[in-house]
């Protein structure tokens, strides 16, 4: 089975402060991507990722970095935290030209 | 662009009711259809597919067909158990690869 585990499943931080969330998956998926759900808006896509050190805007990136270097890791950082970026955030993979993703538990974000 | 939309929720029901949960897409191309559930305190999981028209997906009891003419994949289950409490989110896949959401469908079951 495809694990995807997220470095932490609850996290409170200052507004301001550099937040980095860390998603691991053992499977040697080619594609990572970090989504964000809030009530009512599903999930939208942050950033992907197809390849090592590779990397693509989704359609929120906007105060979001992320960070590939090696293939089974992907962070997503926050530069400056601010209180309209607590969510949920989910990680998930992909094979190769496949469709199904595998997601990870979630790592609930609160900024105060 | 792609979206999707899906039934507001919540849905409450008692358990062994059928349920039907609607959802309608616009895609260009010839998408692949997923619903995957997130129950409480997890992330998303598959639940079933379907990537051609006229194709039925099935899991645990749950089926969604592929209907094109009406660009609908709604998702059904006869008799639905506590245990089945989740979020559900229809997903398109387009043929480039670009998956877009749903905005969920919370379904309650209760004893």
């Known amino acids: 089975d495809v694990k995807v585990t997220q470095s932490s499943r609850y996290l409170v931080k200052r507004t301001g402060e550099k937040v980095f969330l860390e998603c691991v998956q053992d499977m040697d998926h080619e594609n990572m991507f970090w989504y964000r759900q809030d009530p009512g808006l599903g999930l939208r896509l942050i950033y992907f990722s197809y390849d090592v050190k590779m990397k693509e805007k989704g359609d929120i990136p906007e105060g979001y970095s992320v960070s590939r270097e090696k293939k089974e890791r992907f962070s997503l950082i926050l530069e400056s935290a601010s209180t309209n970026q607590t969510s949920m955030y989910l990680c998930?993979?992909?094979?190769?030209?496949?469709?199904?993703?595998?997601f990870g538990p979630g790592t609930r974000l609160t900024v105060t | 662009g792609d979206s999707v939309t899906q039934m507001e929720g919540p849905v409450t029901l008692s358990e062994e009711a059928f349920l039907t949960i609607n959802c309608t897409y616009t895609a260009t191309g010839y998408p692949s259809l997923f619903w995957y559930v997130q129950y409480p305190g997890e992330g998303l999981q598959l639940l079933l597919k379907a990537t051609k028209a006229d194709d039925k997906g099935s899991n645990k009891g749950f089926e969604a067909t592929y209907r094109k003419e009406t660009t609908s994949f709604h998702l059904e289950k006869g008799s639905v158990q506590v245990s089945d409490s989740a979020v559900y989110f229809c997903v398109v896949v387009t043929n480039a690869g670009k998956s877009t959401f749903g905005d969920g469908t919370t379904l309650t079951v209760k004893p």
């Open positions: 998930a993979t992909k094979y190769g030209t496949t469709y199904e993703q595998y």
